[in-house]
């Protein structure tokens, strides 16, 4: 069993090269809920449906969100009669959106609505929730904080990042399936995708009961830096290190999850910081990391495997 950690568009795509290399019983992929807020009376998941739509291979590649060949007649009509436009949801993605509403409206849980989803779309791999408890990420700037996709979408990251709190998360569990995940005794390794480390990783580590697993599990703790040669792939996970005063790159990583990980992939571009990350007491690997097509996914999943066999046993 191997249990991956994912925020949105990096975690989706080492979560897909996991999926084409792991039998379906053996991969539980949990996702980031921090993200999730009601708009327009619709409850919406960004990072679980940029998984969901990558499992599918209906994700678009461009934007890195929602579905491709999208169209906006919804957008354009709720502008023209002076509805809220900033948070762009198209057509096909709507019908996500409406649907889960509706079943959690009926009283299903996160958990059950996003595995009738995954059927619906023929996805055979776990995507969990981190939790059915409806919890969000604040982000703390030195405006003020900000609900996330305020911070996100509305104001475009731009104010200087000074950290994260969470609303409803005291009274959060993991969600069903993370948690037997968790506690499973098959669980041959735990794997934090490139996603934003404070926005993405950490809030699925903020759910109680997550990060104590974590510091007595037995299993292998590995993350893949989201940072290759001072820069993020994609979002602001590097503007974010720096305004932090963390390095921008995978050492910062390192310190930041430092106690908790036994190990870190990163990116042949970094491979001179492998030794002054093994100096932290955290093993390193350096390859590619950059995922450009299905084919680096697979691989960079096929990597990620070996270096936890070779990490395993040797756990302190
Ligand atoms: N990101 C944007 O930058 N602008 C948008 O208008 C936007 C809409 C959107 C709709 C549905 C969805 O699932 C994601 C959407 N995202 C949008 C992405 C989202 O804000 C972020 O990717 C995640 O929350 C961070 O992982």
């Not at 792991?22 to 009601?38: K, Q, R």
């Not at 998984?51 to 709720?78: C, H, P, Q, T």
Request: proline share 5%; glycine share 10%.
């Amino acid at each position: 069993m191997i249990l991956a950690l994912a925020g949105g568009v990096g975690g989706a795509k080492l979560a897909h090269g996991l999926a084409r290399n792991i039998d379906p019983s053996e991969l539980v992929i949990a996702v980031n809920t921090g993200d999730d807020f009601l708009h327009l009376d619709y409850f919406i998941c960004p990072d679980l449906d940029s998984v969901l739509y990558k499992l599918a291979g209906i994700n678009d590649i461009e934007r890195g969100w929602g579905i491709r060949d999208e169209s906006w007649n919804f957008m354009e009509s709720l502008k023209k009669v002076g509805g809220e436009d900033w948070f762009q949801l198209g057509d096909k993605d709507l019908a996500t959106h409406i649907e889960r509403s509706r079943l959690l409206s009926e009283g299903q849980t996160l958990s059950e609505v996003t595995r009738a989803l995954c059927r619906k779309h023929n996805v055979v791999h776990t995507i969990v929730p981190m939790t059915d408890h409806r919890v969000g990420t604040i982000v703390d700037t030195q405006e003020g904080d900000f609900f996330f996709q305020d911070y996100f979408v509305r104001l475009r990251c731009e104010p200087a990042f000074t950290g994260v709190h969470y609303k409803g998360m005291e009274d959060a569990t993991p969600s069903p399936q993370f948690s037997k995940a968790l506690e499973s005794a098959d669980l041959k390794a735990i794997i934090f995708c490139p996603s934003n480390p404070f926005v993405s990783i950490d809030p699925i580590l903020n759910v109680p009961g997550v990060t104590g697993a974590l510091r007595t599990t037995e299993t292998p703790v590995i993350a893949v830096s989201p940072i290759i040669g001072g820069q993020a792939i994609k979002g602001p996970a590097a503007k974010m290190m720096a305004e932090l005063d963390l390095p921008v790159s995978p050492l910062g990583i390192a310190q930041h999850y430092g106690g908790l990980i036994d190990g870190l992939i990163i990116d042949n571009e970094d491979r001179m910081l492998v030794g002054p990350i093994m100096a932290t007491g955290i093993d390193a690997y350096a390859t590619n990391t950059l995922m450009r097509s299905a084919e680096d996914e697979s691989l960079l999943a096929q990597e990620t495997l070996s270096f936890v066999r070779g990490l395993s046993g040797n756990r302190p």
